[in-house]
Structures are given as structure tokens and as C-alpha cells.
């Protein structure tokens, strides 16, 4: 069994989880305010035209980043068992594990995960064969929904699925380990009342992790292979760093997410110190996930951007022709001869 926490102990640390996970979601908030241009002038303005195509698809993007940061709460015996300190007696623990499960792992990651490849396709697809229409943030949502939803359908039947097979003998340790979403712990957490449904914690069920792995590896592969391209045209040696590194980091932070889920089943208790720093682990790098997303795909290309904006304003006014800058999600990627052109004068 391992060493036991106390009770007291776990809220204490699922409170420190409830303070970071609100932080990151008011840090993805003020990005997407961030990366709403100030201007709606000419999207042919030099710097502004790089990022106020895709303004939208980076707003998006980091309101889905705090809605993650915040459906890692839904798990917290704090906010929603009968010991929470909100609800009295607590709100119906196993849906919340349920809507936890569909909700994070079928909704919120994925869509998160594919609004980050398919804007960086974007890039790919518009230096390559020019635009794919006069709306690119229609055409990578409606990328991102249409592969979001069968990803949501499945984690959701994963939830469900204990309520649904109810002939489901739990009493079978590997049936348990698969499909239960929460456990009962109502003689440590509850001693007086042993037998109440809000004497309980959520679990990560295999099933429901077997999915995530399967569509982890599908999404890497393709991640890597468009990251690939991006980074081989970008036109110096320290956005192509950026981009590896961005990388490196989705994919490492992912993978260890999806890992350290499954371990979980190695020892199952909510209370043993082994289940804690695991699932402490999975926070952790879920949170990193969405700092480091944010900061290299909307803090550092906005700022890019308006500064570009503000150094190149009085010379593109000059110009008696506009600069042809890009439009894509990572600004200066396909710069070149192309972004400089002779009619422009500026050699």
C-alpha cells in the first residue's frame, strides 16, 4: 500500500492545485485579450497583417487554455466530495469524475492540441500553396471540430461506460482498474458515514487512457512532421530553436500526461503518497503544457508583431508599394525574397 496521507493533507495540496490552475487560467485569459490586435486597419500593414488574420485562432486558443487549466478542478475532493468546503455534503462525486474525464481528456486537450497543429499548418499550406480561402480561421475550427468530436465520443463512452455495462463486476481488480472512474473511500474520508456516494475520489481509467494514448500517437507523428517544415523555413537560427523547441516541449509534456495516467493503476489508493505524486506530476505537466503553447504561438508573435509594427509603420507609409508580410499563426517564417520585394524599394 505505501505510505498513507492524511486527508487534511491531500486538501491541503488539492488547494494549492485549485491556486495554480486558477493563475494559468488568468494568465490565458490576459493572452487572449493580448492578442487581440488594437488596430483593424489594412491587414496589409506591414507587421499588424501577421497577426490579425489569425488574431482570432490565438484568442480561441487561450480561452480553451484556461477552460482546460479549470476542468482539472472537476477532479478535486475539496470543491465537489462531502468533505467540500463549498457545496455542503458535497455535489454527486462520480458525475463530476465522469465530467471530468469526457470533458478534459475527450474535449478540452484535444481541441487544444489540434487548434495548435492545424494553425501551424496553416503556415505550411499558405507558403506553400497559397491560401486556402478568405477565412483561415474558419477553415482551421472547423479542421479542429470536425477531428475534436470523434476524440470527445470516445472518452465520453469511456466515462460512461461503468453506467452503462451495469452488469460490470467491480469486484474483478482488473475490471476496476479499466473502467471505474471513481472509488469509494468512505471509511477514511467519511468514518462516520461510511456508505455516503460523496465519500469519494476520481480515478484514471485505463480505457479512458488507452484512447488518449492512441490519438497521442497519431497526433505527434503529424505534429513533427509539420513542426519539421516550419522549422526548416524559418528564415534564422533562433525561430527555428523556438519552433525544436516547441516541439520538444508538446511532445514531452504529452506523452509524460498520458504516462503518468496509466501508471496510476500500479497503486490505485486516492490516499497513498505514490497515487498523489503521480496525479501532482500530471497537473504539473499539463500546466506546462499550456504556458509553454502560449508564450511561444501568442505572447512572443503578438509582441514580435506590434513591434515590427511600430519600427516599420513610418517606412511603410513611405513605401509607394506594401510590404507582402505574412499572415500565418508564427510570424517570420517564409520571409525572404518574398517578403521584401523590389517594387516595395527596400532591399
Keep these: 500500500m505505501g505510505l498513507q496521507l492524511a486527508p487534511k493533507m491531500v486538501a491541503d495540496i488539492e488547494w494549492a492545485v485549485v491556486s495554480l490552475t486558477g493563475l494559468i487560467a488568468v494568465i490565458s485569459l490576459l493572452g487572449a485579450l493580448y492578442s487581440v490586435p488594437w488596430t483593424f486597419r489594412s491587414r496589409q500593414q506591414v507587421a499588424t497583417r501577421a497577426f490579425n488574420y489569425l488574431w482570432v485562432t490565438r484568442a480561441l486558443l487561450q480561452i480553451i487554455a484556461a477552460c482546460y487549466a479549470l476542468s482539472l478542478d472537476l477532479r478535486l475532493q475539496v470543491l465537489w466530495s462531502a468533505k467540500s468546503a463549498i457545496i455542503p455534503g458535497g455535489y454527486n462525486v462520480d458525475a463530476m469524475c465522469r465530467l471530468y474525464i469526457g470533458l478534459s481528456f475527450g474535449l478540452l ?81 467519511c468514518p462516520l458515514e461510511p456508505n455516503n456516494p460523496n465519500c469519494a475520489v476520481c480515478l484514471f481509467p ?92 501568442v505572447w512572443v508573435p503578438v509582441y514580435d508583431g506590434r513591434l515590427a509594427n511600430t519600427q516599420l509603420g513610418g517606412l511603410c507609409a513611405a513605401s509607394t508599394a506594401l510590404l507582402n508580410a505574412p499572415t500565418e499563426l508564427l510570424p517570420l517564417v517564409g520571409y525572404g525574397k518574398a517578403a521584401y520585394s523590389h517594387d516595395a524599394g527596400v532591399r
Excluded at 461503468?162 to 472509488?183: D, G, H, V
Excluded at 488518449?212 to 513542426?227: E, G, I, Q, R
Aim: glycine content about 4%; aromatic content about 12%.
Design 206 to 297: 485505463e480505457f479512458s487512457t488507452l484512447i488518449s494514448a492512441a490519438f497521442a500517437l497519431l497526433y505527434l507523428l503529424v505534429l513533427w512532421a509539420v513542426l519539421g517544415r516550419i522549422a526548416h523555413a524559418a528564415i534564422n537560427r533562433m525561430l527555428a530553436r523556438r519552433i525544436r523547441f516547441l516541439q520538444i516541449c508538446i511532445t514531452v509534456f504529452f506523452c509524460a500526461s498520458v504516462t503518468l495516467r496509466g501508471v496510476t493503476v500500479v497503486d490505485a489508493n486516492p490516499y497513498s503518497l505514490p497515487f498523489v505524486c503521480l496525479w501532482l506530476a500530471n497537473v504539473a505537466v499539463g500546466s506546462g503544457l499550456i504556458l509553454v503553447v502560449s508564450v511561444i504561438l
Design 109 to 189: 486537450e484535444p481541441s487544444f492540441l489540434l487548434l495548435v497543429l492545424f494553425a501551424c499548418m496553416y503556415t505550411v499550406h499558405k507558403h506553400t500553396q497559397g491560401d486556402p480561402g478568405s477565412n483561415p480561421n474558419l477553415f482551421i475550427f472547423a479542421l479542429t471540430v470536425g477531428l475534436t468530436l470523434p476524440m470527445c465520443a470516445a472518452q465520453v463512452f469511456a466515462a460512461l461506460f461503468s453506467r452503462i455495462m451495469t452488469q460490470l463486476r467491480y469486484n474483478e481488480e482488473l475490471m476496476f482498474k479499466f473502467f471505474a472512474a471513481s472509488q469509494p473511500v468512505g471509511d477514511v474520508m
